[in-house]
């Protein structure tokens, strides 16, 4: 499966961004998907992840409350909705993906990767 991530972009502190992960050449049905990010110099953190069966999500602290993670299987496609942005969230953003049920926030959890998406925050 290959994963590509769209929609980031530049926006003003306390904006919206909608990121959306779009998958080819199988099915994301019976994945689970996780979105991270990565900072010039960081390692790449866990944002969200969501398990396969869609009963379980998982974020990190930092986004807690302003973060959802959603799928739409039918459109093989996982979705990152980010509210009231800060500027300490500017990265830039990978969704992945794993076969096993899981919301894990390490990485070598997830073993196929999209190519990143920038979300740049202004204050």
Known sequence: VQLQASGGGLVQAGG???LTCAASGGTLSRSSLAWFR??????RDFVAAIRWRASMTSYAD??????????????????????NLKPEDTAVYYCASSAMSTVSPLQYA????GQGTQVTVSS
Do not use: C, H
């Open 16 to 18: 919206s961004l909608r």
């Open 62 to 83: 930092s986004v807690k409350g302003r973060f959802t993670i959603s799928r739409d299987n039918a459109k093989n496609t996982a979705y990152l909705q980010m509210n």
């Open 38 to 43: 990565q900072t010039p110099g960081k390692e």
């Open 110 to 113: 997830w073993n196929s990767w």
